[in-house]
């Protein structure tokens, strides 16, 4: 069975550190992309990062450069996002995505949560 699962959100104070696992079974991550969206109440669903495990290459959002890394643990199977410097902006539903035409998984959500 396919499963994406995400963990590691929480509450944190602004300023603090988070880092969200998306763990993934039933298939290897390798030539796949993943990503890390994020929706907030009210708003729609964003990109904040993505890594290709094919090139290694990495997108960030610009609202997030410099502040969150994505990582990729192949032994594991898991990807990473480390989140520093979080702002109350950041506040959001984090899900975990991976993609390969014509396939798409998705996570069921982690919520992060940063109070100022």
């Known amino acids: 069975q396919v499963q994406l699962v995400e963990s590691g959100g929480g509450l944190v104070q602004s300023g603090g550190s988070l880092r969200l696992s998306c763990a993934a079974s039933g298939f290897r991550l390798n030539f796949w992309t993943i990503g890390w969206f994020r929706q907030a109440p009210g708003k729609e669903r964003e990109g904040v990062s993505c890594v290709s495990t094919i090139d290694g290459s990495t997108y960030y959002a610009d609202s997030v450069k410099g502040r969150f890394t994505i990582s990729v643990d192949n032994a594991e199977n898991t990807v990473y996002l480390q989140m520093n410097s979080l702002k109350p902006e950041d506040t959001a539903v984090y899900y975990c995505?991976?993609?390969?035409?014509?396939?798409?998984?998705w996570g069921q959500g982690t919520q992060v949560t940063v109070s100022s």
């Open positions: 995505n991976a993609y390969r035409s014509p396939l798409d998984y």
